[in-house]
């Protein structure tokens, strides 16, 4: 706080006449010191001065002069004696008691200039123990973001540093963290209301725009909330909201621009170590694929892990559950899909629901057959990301519903389109496909055929001759009649969605 008015009259041995006598007055703050002789000084002050005068002009009835000087807010009125005036006019001090403004007698052995050098002394004091106070600030700051808390250690640490509260948000405005007492339903709520707006002041950006919003205030009776977005530039990465009963002072403000300069190093610093060990993850998994194993432990071991016990039961899922997944087991990126995970097999169940997304599960199986896991992962995957099925399908179950399960959805229904579409072409006919049904879910018998069709046994075989014409496959041929068992089946199904083309190479995050 800059000097106090007592403070000033204290050490300038000034003695103080009127307006002082009232309950704090002379804890005023001093903010600079005026000297003037003018009749009506206050165009030229700003608030907060020591005003010094020798009342050159001074006559008459005062309270005009007295009153512009306590609009004005001035500090106090310090009046040198000993000039045009052996002692202070009495109108003026009684104008001064009148209207509570303090007068201080200056003594004429003492010059204006001396006390202008003193307050700004004092002043310059005061601004290094602010700067100080900040400097100390920042370095516990960094200490506590240098713990393995991280920047949780760092909210922590504000929070006592602006004698308030504070807390961590991620880009979406959900609290990550946050301390006691914390207003995060205030600062969630403003964040929500500006996302999509566009700028409405150049100081206020807005959430959602995909441009960095700048410091925001928000101001209620007894409480004072800044929010200061995260990030290295762009769209913000994250928010910290920091909030007290009272009104922050500059140094205040320095720590907080601190800590958001050391909570953004932070969060890059992790985002660049999740992306080295997830690359890393990625080579090892490629190691095993490649039949690897013991170089793949081998690299893992020497960053201190290591790799689940076998059997594994293989993960595969989309880029949402990466995060899930990477907390609680082996888990790599690569080209598809996304997301790979090794998980023992008695856990596998409980990790592949905690993913919160669709998940496939292969079979358990030991690191030398991880490629036919990683198959199976993927197959279930497909079978997951159909809404008829639940988030989680493992191998095993698409077994038990036969070939067509197993195969490619995609290339499945291509198959069937060409191998049938002679029939499909012919006319507007569908009784040549029911009847090849027939005839090949009665594994070729043409009385049992005809009869579940409901037509003469001469008719089928009429129609049967012509479906072997129009395909021009021999029907008697057991490969041909599974190809066609299996377009028919395809047919009948609607298309999932097929698996993607990889975009790169096993080991590239995305």
């Known amino acids: 706080m800059p000097p106090t008015?007592?403070?000033?009259?204290?050490?300038?041995?000034?003695?103080?006449?009127?307006?002082?006598?009232g309950p704090g007055v002379l804890d005023a703050a001093v903010r600079w010191?005026?000297?003037?002789?003018l009749a009506d000084p206050t165009p030229y002050l700003e608030g907060g001065e020591l005003l010094l005068t020798t009342g050159l002009r001074m006559d008459g009835d005062l309270t005009g002069y007295v009153a512009r000087l306590v609009r004005r807010g001035v500090a106090g009125l310090g009046f040198g004696v000993g000039v045009?005036?052996?002692?202070?006019?009495?109108?003026?001090?009684?104008?001064?008691?009148?209207?509570?403004?303090?007068?201080?007698?200056?003594?004429?052995?003492?010059?204006?200039?001396?006390?202008?050098?003193v307050v700004s002394e004092l002043l310059a004091a005061e601004q290094y123990e602010e700067i100080s106070r900040a400097f100390a600030a920042q370095g516990r700051l960094t200490r506590a973001a240098l713990r393995p808390e991280g920047v949780h250690a760092v909210i922590d640490r504000l929070a006592k540093e602006v004698g308030g509260w504070a807390a961590l948000l991620d880009e979406s405005g959900e609290v990550r963290h946050a301390t006691p007492g914390a207003r995060t339903d205030a600062v969630a709520a403003e964040l929500s209301r500006r996302r999509g707006r566009p700028l409405d002041t150049p100081r206020r950006?807005?959430?959602?725009?995909?441009?960095?919003?700048?410091?925001?205030?928000?101001?209620?009776?007894?409480e004072h909330i800044v929010v200061q977005p995260l990030g290295g530039g762009g769209r913000p990465r994250g928010f910290f909201a920091v909030g007290a009963g009272h009104a922050f002072t500059p140094v205040t403000q320095t720590v907080i621009n601190a800590a958001g300069s050391l909570l953004t190093?932070?969060?890059?610093?992790?985002?660049?170590?999740?992306?080295?060990?997830?690359?890393?993850?990625?080579?090892?998994?490629?190691?095993?694929?490649?039949?690897?194993?013991?170089?793949a432990r081998a690299?893992?071991?020497?960053?201190?892990?290591?790799?689940?016990?076998?059997?594994?039961v293989v993960l595969a899922a989309g880029p949402d559950a990466l995060d899930a997944l990477e907390a609680v087991t082996f888990t790599a990126l690569t080209g598809v899909p996304d997301v790979v995970a090794l998980v023992p097999e008695p856990e596998a169940d409980e990790v592949a629901l905690s993913a919160g997304a669709p998940v496939g599960a292969s079979l358990p199986t030991g690191y030398g057959t991880l490629r036919d896991g990683l198959d199976q992962a993927?197959?279930?995957?497909?079978?997951?990301?159909?809404?008829?099925?639940?988030p989680v399908v493992k191998f095993g179950e698409l077994a038990g519903q036969g070939l067509l399960a197993l195969l490619d959805p995609a290339a499945a229904h291509a198959f069937s389109t060409a191998v049938l579409a002679p029939l499909t072409a012919y006319g507007s006919r569908a009784d040549l496909m029911e009847s090849l049904r027939a005839y090949l879910e009665s594994n070729g018998h043409w009385d049992a055929a005809a009869q579940r069709l409901g037509v003469h046994r001469h008719t089928l075989r009429y129609r049967m001759r012509?479906?072997?014409?129009?395909?021009?496959?021999?029907?008697?041929?057991?490969?041909?009649?599974?190809?066609?068992?299996?377009?028919?089946?395809?047919?009948?199904?609607?298309?999932?969605?097929?698996?993607?083309?990889?975009?790169?190479?096993?080991?590239?995050?995305r």
């Open 84 to 117: 045009s005036h052996e002692e202070t006019p009495p109108a003026l001090v009684e104008a001064a008691e009148a209207a509570g403004l303090p007068l201080l007698e200056v003594p004429r052995e003492t010059p204006f200039i001396a006390i202008g050098k």
């Open 205 to 222: 950006a807005e959430v959602g725009d995909g441009r960095m919003p700048a410091s925001l205030a928000l101001s209620a009776p007894g």
């Open 466 to 509: 012509r479906v072997a014409e129009l395909l021009g496959r021999d029907l008697d041929d057991p490969g041909v009649r599974a190809e066609l068992w299996l377009a028919l089946e395809a047919a009948g199904r609607p298309p999932l969605r097929s698996r993607a083309t990889p975009a790169s190479r096993p080991g590239n995050s």
């Open 299 to 312: 690299v893992l071991g020497r960053l201190g892990g290591r790799l689940p016990a076998a059997p594994v």
């Open 378 to 390: 993927r197959r279930a995957l497909e079978a997951a990301l159909d809404t008829r099925r639940g």
């Open 5 to 21: 008015l007592q403070t000033v009259m204290r050490r300038m041995h000034l003695r103080p006449l009127a307006g002082t006598s």
């Open 265 to 295: 190093l932070s969060m890059e610093q992790g985002r660049a170590q999740r992306a080295a060990e997830r690359s890393l993850r990625a080579a090892v998994l490629e190691l095993l694929l490649a039949g690897e194993e013991e170089r």
């Open 33 to 37: 010191v005026a000297v003037s002789e």
